[in-house]
């Protein structure tokens, strides 16, 4: 056979074989770059024994690899989330699989909770009250900015409010994501208090199949699904944060213990959140965001019951869709509309 023939067999296969990669990986190359290495994979049929498993996508060693659940958690989102784990793939250079919780972790890295505590990015615990009805940026960061909005009370005699988290807002690219608790009298868990805005419009999020709710803007892909029947979602937006995020209220007890004095008429109820970041600059901001630094050194007293962290100054924004504060850096547009 002609040699140039044959450099020309082999070259037209080598044009085969990446059209095929490229098919597998999806038409969309857009999403390509903003893809988080851990979650790039695509979904096959389970086992036999009813363990789901995925094919990884992503760059590296896991690229090609079948990855299978472990028979203590076969799902990755199993229907009885409070009793089951679920179970997490990751197709980064850890290409492991793990079975987890699907809530927030008060306790761990990243996390917002109770009234309101935070555990930063360094794993120091601090606690930032801001004020009732007060908005203060969490996250700031050039690609990235997270607000919250804080509802409180203040009982006569008290020199300060108590305060918790009602309201994030999540900007990004051109887009806003809301997620709200709504306001409740008396709690019952099988109201769902959640409220989830995405650019000032409702979205209801299913409660049966994959329970799901995905966008694929020209940026990214945005993914909110269900982790318990009512008020519990993990929020992906891909190439920068995760969420998993709770509502929860103050319960009798609670209040009587901590004498927080609430009306009868109001369980302030409010959001529990554990946040896992992608790609955040040296330079992020926010309460929690300045954590993230490589260079921070907490300021909080430690070994006290409640170190406080201040910068209300710093992080106060107009409203909770407003990207500007003193020390912000977000450079997107998002948050500019009404919702």
């Not at 966008?215 to 008020?231: G, L, P, Q």
Request: hydrophobic share 35%; net charge positive; charged share 20%.
């Amino acid at each position: 056979m002609d040699r140039r023939y044959s450099f020309f067999l082999v070259a037209l296969a080598l044009v085969f074989i990446s059209m095929e990669a490229s098919n597998v990986q999806g038409s969309n190359s857009k999403k390509a770059p903003y893809d988080a290495a851990s979650t790039h994979y695509t979904v096959l049929a389970p086992t036999s024994t009813g363990q789901e498993r995925v094919y990884c996508l992503a760059r590296g060693a896991c690229n090609g690899k079948v990855l299978t659940c472990p028979s203590q958690c076969a799902q990755r989102k199993p229907k009885k989330n409070k009793k089951v784990k679920g179970c997490f793939f990751d197709c980064s250079s850890k290409c492991e699989v793990t079975c987890k919780w699907r809530k927030p972790n008060c306790n761990g890295y990243g996390s917002l909770c109770y009234d309101p505590r935070f555990v930063g990015g360094d794993g120091v615990m601090f606690y930032f009250h801001g004020a009732k009805d007060g908005n203060f940026a969490i996250v700031s960061d050039e690609n990235l900015q997270i607000n919250a909005h804080f509802i409180g009370t203040r009982p006569q005699g008290r020199t300060r409010d108590y305060t918790w988290v009602q309201a994030l807002a999540v900007m990004f690219d051109t887009h806003t994501l809301v997620l709200a608790a709504k306001r409740v009298s008396q709690w019952d868990n099988s109201f769902d208090a959640l409220i989830v805005r995405w650019d000032g419009a409702v979205v209801n999020i299913p409660t049966d199949g994959e329970a799901e709710w995905r966008t694929n803007s020209e940026e990214r892909e945005v993914i909110v699904e269900r982790t318990e029947e009512t008020n519990g979602v993990k929020v992906t937006v891909a190439g920068l944060v995760e969420l998993n995020v709770k509502v929860r209220a103050i319960g009798e007890h609670e209040n009587k213990v901590h004498n927080y004095q609430l009306p009868a008429d109001d369980a302030f109820a409010h959001l529990e959140t554990q946040f896992k970041f992608t790609g955040l600059t040296n330079l992020v901001e926010g309460v929690l965001g300045q954590t993230y630094r490589p260079d921070y050194v907490s300021p909080v007293k430690r070994g006290v019951a409640m170190p406080m962290m201040g910068g209300e100054d710093k992080y106060q924004t107009p409203s909770l869709y407003s990207p500007l504060c003193n020390h912000c850096r977000f450079k997107g547009k998002a948050g500019l509309s009404s919702i």
